[in-house]
């Protein structure tokens, strides 16, 4: 089957971009890029010419998500599997494309609503990413731009949308039992990073997201990060960290948008030829992100 290979981009509403802005530069050393109009901008973080497009908007949650792939005819055979699954497939225009800074694109919706573009042919940014402050940068080559946890109502028809239809693998799943019922988790990955994708079953959650994941190339980078954060007062939602799954050295800082972006290193990759789905009864990590252990009742 047709398989995505890596998240390219995600655009971000936001009500107030400024603060955006600084918090990527100053705690990610994102660099910021003007977008074509005031409304818009882009963040980069490698070669592409940006990974995130943040749009002037009161949504302050996801607005698209954008899967690559490597060339037109695999975007063909991905939105037939697409149709053929009973999902509405509508080919993005040249405008779009052009603001994407993508060759091509193709549009539907997850069964969740997440606006969901699969694209092929990213523009090499010619000039080199310099970061907004001294980071060794991410964590991103063959890899995607990071992951995302989405609050979704129904976790089935989202785990079969995305392994049936864009390619995507099983990772492992999470079922936490608590007083008001179980809490189930599934985390999917489309390329060696552990997982682009997670979702947690939460119907009526009042945003899409629950945090972004960027990967730093150094723990020092994240280190810092953390330092930076405590300086700027920027809250930390969940300290440092390592988790059980995906093996990543992380902590989670508040963002502007009232959701949480985690910066990590160190997570360990997955092999398909070998990689076996697994399961966990608990959210607890190998050590750290403390708060983590008070959510579901506590853990232990
Ligand atoms: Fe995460």
């Not at 009500?15 to 980069?44: C, E, H, N």
């Not at 497009?53 to 037109?72: K, Q, Y």
């Not at 723990?219 to 440092?240: K, M, Q």
Request: charged share 20%.
């Amino acid at each position: 089957m047709a398989k995505v290979s890596e998240l390219g981009y995600l655009g971000i509403g936001a009500s107030d971009t400024t603060a955006w802005q600084a918090l990527a530069t100053q705690v990610f050393g994102m660099q910021v890029i003007p977008g074509d109009d005031k409304a818009t901008s882009y963040l980069r973080m490698d070669s592409h010419h940006h990974r995130l497009e943040l749009r002037s908007s009161a949504s302050d949650d996801l607005e698209f998500a954008g899967w690559e792939v490597p060339d037109a005819a695999t975007l063909q055979a991905i939105a037939q599997q697409l149709e053929d699954g009973g999902v509405k497939v509508v080919a993005g225009t040249r405008d779009e494309a052009d603001q994407r800074r993508v060759i091509g694109l193709v549009k539907c919706l997850d069964p969740s609503g997440i606006r969901t573009e699969i694209f092929y042919g990213h523009p090499v940014n010619p000039v080199p990413f310099l970061p907004a402050r001294a980071t060794s940068g991410f964590k991103t080559d063959g890899m995607g731009l990071g992951h995302i946890l989405v609050h979704v109502p129904k976790l089935d028809e989202c785990v079969r949308f995305y392994r049936d239809l864009l390619g995507f693998r099983i990772s492992d799943f999470t079922d936490v039992s608590t007083p008001g019922g179980t809490i189930r988790l599934a985390f999917l990955h489309c390329n060696a990073r552990h997982h682009s994708i997670a979702f947690i079953e939460a119907p009526g959650a009042p945003k899409r997201l629950n945090h972004i994941m960027f990967e730093g190339n150094s723990l020092a980078d994240v280190g810092t990060g953390r330092d930076i954060c405590l300086e700027r007062g920027t809250p930390i939602a969940i300290d440092l960290g390592c988790h059980m799954n995906d093996r990543m050295v992380s902590f989670y800082l508040g963002c502007p948008s009232g959701y949480a972006l985690e910066y990590g290193w160190g997570a360990r990759m997955i092999d398909d030829a070998t990689w076996q789905v697994e399961h966990y009864a608990s959210v607890d990590s190998i050590w750290g992100h403390p708060q983590l252990r008070t959510l579901a009742g506590g853990g232990k």
